[in-house]
């Protein structure tokens, strides 16, 4: 039986982001539904549109409409001992059954590319997906290896129905990474930012290697962006999303033009001096934000001493004496 909706899911398909599309497919559609055939659990429920997908992080666009771009959300169900599987049962048959049209857009048959991202999902199975934890919680050593990709699938979106608040507890207690970790990162980052780019780049053009050279200036691209995204101390995204993310941030975000220039240029003789300047200036502007955040104490343009600098800011002992690229 189909929960009641207003009629804007027959309406013609509009121009909507997928987490607005979400939030009012909710809205319209799935908190009738949870209040009507589930006012015993709807608050230990939490809902929302999080995870992986485009539209998770607001990067959606009509691009991204050609596959996984439906009116849908996800339902994170308690662990297995709070909620029955019969429960669990009756909320998916109870989520298919809502109506496969809204504003336009349709939801598919068959389930999306990368498996389930929406409908009901148990919050222990999409936390230890990502962290290896069901609920969570990470050692040292786990913050150490895990890819950022993940943390920022579990903190991005939007819940739109928090229920008992523990999701919403530990996408707060996920959404920055510990101090020593961070500087840890930092102090990697910018010592390969300097090999790279302060460094390599030239040498690789004194041996007539312009390929090399290249690689030079995607590597030092790849943890420049590393590097302004732990200064805003922000997750760093999966790459085909990272520049459209750091065009977004506060500090340091106008520096996309700057690093995009350096990708997309050839490495001809009318172009290396300005790449050497553009990797200069951008070293200059890593170590005034540096410097503004008291993460340094040397005083230079060299990348590299900044590196050793920032590690020796690291509290835990264990961790500042392991090798500089532990984190890498």
């Known amino acids: 039986m189909h929960t009641p909706c207003s009629g804007a899911q027959c309406a013609p ?35 929302g549109l999080v995870g992986s997908g485009s539209e998770c992080f607001g990067f959606d666009d009509e691009v991204s409409q050609d596959h996984d771009f439906e009116p849908g959300f996800c339902i994170f169900l308690p662990e297995e001992d709070e ?9 998916e048959r109870a989520y298919a059954a809502l109506p496969k049209e809204f504003l336009g857009f349709s939801r598919p048959r068959l389930s999306p590319v990368g498996g389930n ?17 069901r609920d969570g919680s990470l050692s040292p050593e786990r913050w150490l290896r895990l890819e ?29 990474q510990p101090a020593d970790l961070r500087c840890k990162k930092l102090a990697g980052n910018l010592l390969l930012m300097a090999q790279a780019g302060q460094y390599n780049y030239a040498r690789c053009l004194a041996h007539g290697e312009p390929a090399a050279a290249q690689l030079a200036v995607g590597e030092f691209v790849r943890r420049a962006i590393a590097v302004i995204f732990l200064l805003n101390e922000r997750y760093l995204p999966y790459y085909k999303w990272q ?24 490495n001809g003789k009318a172009m290396t001096r300005a790449k050497q300047d553009m990797m200069e200036n951008l070293a200059s502007a890593v170590i005034t934000a540096l410097q503004d955040q008291g993460l340094t104490e ?30 890498m």
């Open 83 to 91: 909620l029955d599987r019969r429960t669990e049962f009756r909320l």
């Open 148 to 176: 950022e990709q993940y943390l920022a699938e579990i903190v991005n979106g939007e819940l739109f129905w928090e229920g008992d608040g523990t999701f919403a507890g530990i996408r707060e207690r996920l959404s920055r």
């Open 243 to 266: 520049f459209r993310a750091l065009r977004q941030l506060p500090l340091l975000g106008g520096e996309a033009e700057t690093l995009e220039l350096l990708l997309t240029t050839d």
């Open 117 to 133: 991202r929406r409908g009901v999902i148990r919050l222990g199975d999409f936390l230890e997906a990502r962290t290896g934890s």
């Open 13 to 47: 398909r509009q121009t909507v982001k997928g987490l607005e599309l979400s939030r009012r497919y909710f809205e319209a559609c799935g908190a009738p539904m949870l209040k009507a055939q589930f006012p015993d659990w709807a608050d230990r429920l939490a809902v």
């Open 298 to 327: 040397a005083v230079c343009g060299d990348l590299e001493k900044h590196a050793y600098s920032v590690n020796d800011r690291i509290s835990d002992p264990a961790l500042r004496n392991a090798h500089i690229l532990t984190a």
